[in-house]
């Protein structure tokens, strides 16, 4: 199978079940945003210092459940009975990830810049994509009906990737940057 088509040169891509739709549709944009969060991943992934196995293999999960997402939204349009739900499970293990960083890290007082160690920068740097995610799906559920789950997730992983920015200083030793009014 060649990767190229040819069929979206005049700006146009097939959903599932083959509906051609504009490039630019509010559909493609949620998908392209959570595309890019779960590519973005894959670059946070190869910075993690090998110390982190129990982490990156965390993140390949989310990765996993991100194309879980991603093919929800693009069969919006179709009742697909056999499309992968993305369990309610899957929010929890986010909040139990959070609760368990959470212990560890030095009680938030102020608000804080993104910086520090590479991979911290790099979380960071995740959780505002994935903000920008969240808010294409939102907008997105103005039109259709996004599974309840999805919003919750990507709410729960933008608040899970600042935690893990917030960890990843703590635990390469890195001072949090307060900001400065």
């Not at 060649?2 to 051609?20: E, H, P």
Request: proline share 2%; aromatic share 8%.
């Amino acid at each position: 199978m060649k990767i190229y088509t040819k069929t979206g040169d005049q700006g146009k891509t097939s959903m599932l079940g083959g509906k051609r739709v504009l490039k630019s549709c509010l559909e493609m944009e949620a998908i392209g945003e959570v595309d890019e969060l779960n590519a973005f991943l894959g670059v946070l992934i190869e910075e993690i210092e090998d110390d982190f196995k129990v982490e990156k293999k965390k993140l390949i999960n989310i990765q996993n459940n991100l194309f879980v997402v991603g093919a929800n939204l693009a069969g919006l349009q179709m009742n697909v009975v056999s499309m992968p739900k993305l369990k309610n499970s899957e929010v929890k293990k986010l909040e139990k990830w959070i609760d368990k960083m959470d212990l560890e890290l030095p009680k938030l007082t102020n608000f804080i810049l993104p910086g520090g160690s590479e991979e911290s920068v790099l979380a960071f740097y995740a959780r505002a994509i994935c903000r920008r995610a969240e808010r294409q799906v939102i907008a997105l559920s103005q039109k259709y009906k996004v599974d309840p789950n999805i919003k919750k997730y990507l709410n729960r992983l933008s608040d899970l990737l600042f935690t893990l920015g917030r960890w990843f200083n703590f635990k390469s030793g890195e001072t949090e940057i307060k900001w400065q009014r």
